[in-house]
């Protein structure tokens, strides 16, 4: 018997399909495929999204207008440790009113290795209407989800979303 459980206790979680515990995620990338201006869409940041910490943020560039210009949209691609069913997204930001985001879901693909939004596939979930928290019903299986944001929100320009932390089901 395992020191302090029971023998079975050294099983994987993940191995249990009926499992609700949030999945391993190991990076957060931004991604900004339509920039035209100094590289990046705060890339430094990115991590920020899924460290834990409700304090810390990801935040997009300013913007004039909450359709974001000339973009179809910026975004987070995050990794996973190994493809898993993901059910949902939970995005929490820093009251955020009224913004918009498509959750795509596919396998193998970085933002290195993308060229466009559309390298990852449909758009598992297009929702709008968004506020400070948002769980997205997904029902896809990968190793990567990404994050893309396509309306900033209601606020006076210049606007800009901030991401606080991200949760993968």
Known sequence: ????????????PRDNPGNDAPA???S??????????????HDDQAPRAIDGDPNTTWTTERYESRDLGTKSGVGLVLTLAQ??????????TT????????????????????????????????VSGL???????????????????????????PLSLAIAEITIE
């Open 95 to 126: 009251g955020a009113d009224d913004w918009a985001a498509e959750i795509r879901v596919t396998t193998g693909l970085t933002a290195d290795s993308a060229d466009s939004i559309d390298d990852f596939g449909q758009a598992q979930a297009a």
């Open 1 to 12: 018997s395992a020191v302090g459980g029971s023998p079975d206790s050294t099983e994987d």
């Open 131 to 157: 506020g400070a928290t948002e769980t997205v019903d997904v029902g896809a299986r990968g190793d990567t989800v990404v994050v893309w944001v396509t309306d900033l929100g209601r606020g006076t320009p």
């Open 83 to 92: 493809s898993v069913d993901i059910e949902r997204v939970l995005i929490t």
């Open 24 to 26: 391993t995620l190991v």
């Open 28 to 41: 957060s990338v931004a991604f900004d495929p339509e920039g035209t201006g100094a590289a990046g869409e």
